[in-house]
């Protein structure tokens, strides 16, 4: 700050608003010359320690992924390369591949690291709702809004938004968030008022939204707005060099939190994982090594500890209770976890994907003894 007319209250209130230093006329050239140079070695000490301040952030938000396919390094790569634009991505894949991991990483490589990450499961939330937790509402909108609430987009101005199971939002919703997505501002269910909010979008599913398009289920405007960059995950048993590493991670988390000492899979047990179809991805792993460390007594996880389903004991397997009707019910216990796993538990769209209605899919369940 340069000024003719000096006064104390001036040069305090320069310094507060965040100039460097306070001179008065006449200055000489070189004076000032040198008080910039200085600023400027202040200004960049304090990018450089914005930089290490974002890289530590990162160690310590950002979530643990093993790499070590080259499908998953491709993966990797994409992320790091899109995560400091405000692009819109699409992740597809499987159910359990870890679509909310590759979104929250995303994130934490971003400039919005220290902004909010909240996700929406679009299919976890009746379909009735889902605009207003996405968009909130004004006092006496509905029957029971009794007061003002924000909606989950507006909770995250500064970070980023993950929706996941896009394809499963009604046409209504779908028009209103297109919007959204275009404008970057939207009405709070029962407002006139728009609200303009600064976030990202990162959207999942596992349905293939292109044929939904062809169909007539999804919009196809939504669909492009959403697809401006894709990551697609592959599903674990193409990428079966990671089980391994994932096996180990997983045994180290679930050791912890049982309060077990475990150290090791045996070379047999890893035979047999890696063997395996693994149609939950890797869910159905982390599932399974939890199974094992829970049920474990040694510290090392042999095949004696593996479900029966991987290790090759299901007796319902062996030739001598062979039958039709055994037959059935596996292929029927088969296909209902399966779905159920894809569907996180949800009984509601699970018996959609099944065909069923929701009571007749309990039925079953509790038939078929699943859990």
């Not at 809004?145 to 499963?168: N, R, S």
């Not at 909010?197 to 169909?215: E, S």
């Not at 062979?322 to 894809?342: H, I, M, P, T, W």
Request: proline residues 3%.
């Amino acid at each position: 700050m340069m000024t003719g007319h000096a006064t104390v209250e001036t040069a305090l209130q320069a310094m507060k608003l965040g100039a460097y230093d306070y001179l008065t006329k006449p200055c000489h050239i070189r004076e000032l010359e040198a008080i910039i140079n200085k600023a400027f070695e202040k200004r960049q000490l304090k990018l450089e320690n914005m930089i290490l301040q974002s890289r530590l952030t990162y160690k310590e938000k950002a979530p643990d992924i093993v790499v070590r396919s080259h499908k998953m390094s491709d993966v990797m790569t994409l992320v790091r390369k899109i995560a400091a634009s405000n692009a819109t991505v699409l992740v597809t894949g499987d159910s359990g591949t870890g679509k909310e991991l590759i979104a929250n990483t995303v994130h934490c490589f971003s400039p919005r690291h220290n902004g909010p990450f909240i996700d929406i499961s679009c299919a976890a939330i009746q379909e009735t709702l889902l605009e207003s937790e996405l968009f909130g509402y004004e006092q006496g909108a509905f029957t029971g809004a009794h007061q003002l609430k924000k909606g989950k987009v507006e909770m995250a101005h500064g970070g980023t938004v993950f929706l996941d199971e896009i394809g499963d939002i009604l046409s209504e919703v779908q028009a209103k968030l297109l919007r959204f997505l275009q404008e970057r501002e939207f009405e709070r269910v029962g407002g006139t008022k728009s609200i303009r909010v600064d976030v990202r979008i990162v959207a999942a599913t596992n349905r293939n939204l292109a044929a939904y398009v062809q169909d007539g289920r999804f919009r196809e405007d939504l669909y492009h707005r959403l697809n401006v960059i894709s990551i697609t995950l592959p599903p674990l048993r193409e990428r079966k060099e990671d089980i391994p590493d994932l096996a180990q991670f997983f045994l180290k988390r679930f050791s912890l939190d049982a309060k077990k000492h475990f150290t090791a899979i045996t070379d047999e047990a890893l035979e047999k994982l890696s063997g395996y179809g693994w149609p939950g991805n890797v869910r159905e792993l982390a599932n399974v090594i939890e199974h094992a460390v829970v049920l474990g007594q040694d510290g090392v996880i042999s095949v004696a500890d593996l479900p029966p389903t991987i290790s090759g004991d299901d007796p319902s397997t062996k030739a001598e209770s062979f039958s039709y009707r055994n037959a059935v019910d596996n292929f029927r216990r088969e296909l209902v976890s399966r779905v159920l796993a894809q569907n996180r538990g949800n009984r509601i769209t699970a018996a959609k994907t099944l065909g069923l209605h929701e009571k007749s899919l309990i039925r079953l369940i509790r038939a078929l003894r699943i859990h």
